[in-house]
């Protein structure tokens, strides 16, 4: 039986959808919930900021909660933007941590500036540069070679990458703690 087109003009008209065959492509009944259980919920004359991951993901878990017959698991969760944004930047940070370790030489500062320089034989800059938050980056940024906000880029990734300590001081910071020597306190190596 053929649901017919009239049932949906007051979704369709929610959705500002005048294109039959473009509706037709979203009438998937978790869908249809989905938009059901959100539509009402936006409201364009907010006073407040709308997370709408947060409410995105709240009413997702609703619909699966009403129809799971077991708990839901762990991943079935309401998230938000920032949680959702800490997550992302972890991995972000954590790249360029790694870059920053493992190829020293790629990395040089220009006053107020940091470039990150790489042959780029695994896509290495065009990940970042699709991954690097907004506010990271400085002018100049083309090709192979990405420059940063040195006080912005320090910022995020927690450490001074320049410091007169140079390396070994910035990894003290970032891991908290002193490095240890393995001989016996006191003994010297000759």
């Known amino acids: 039986m053929a649901i017919g087109w009239s049932c949906y003009s007051s979704e369709r008209d929610a959705l500002g959808l005048y294109d039959r065959g473009a509706f037709d492509a ?63 930047h972890d991995r972000v940070r954590e790249e360029l941590l790694q870059q920053w370790l493992h190829d020293p030489s790629a990395w040089s500062r220009r006053r107020d500036k940091i470039v990150f320089r790489s042959e780029d034989i695994h896509g290495t800059v065009a990940k970042l540069c699709r991954d690097v938050p907004d506010y990271l980056y400085g002018s100049g940024s083309k090709g192979n070679v990405i420059v940063f906000e040195r006080e912005e880029l320090e910022r995020f990734l927690g450490i001074a990458m320049f410091s007169k300590k140079g390396r070994l001081g910035a990894l003290t910071r970032l891991f908290g703690s002193r490095p240890r020597c393995s001989t016996a306190k006191g003994s010297r190596r000759r």
């Open 26 to 88: 979203l009438h998937c009944p978790i869908y249809r919930e989905y938009l059901r259980r959100m539509l009402p919920r936006l409201r364009w004359d907010r006073e407040e900021p709308l997370d709408v991951i947060e409410l995105s993901s709240s009413v997702l878990k609703e619909i699966i909660a009403k129809h799971a017959g077991a708990p839901l698991p762990n991943w079935c969760r309401v998230v938000t933007m920032e949680e959702y944004g800490r997550s992302h």
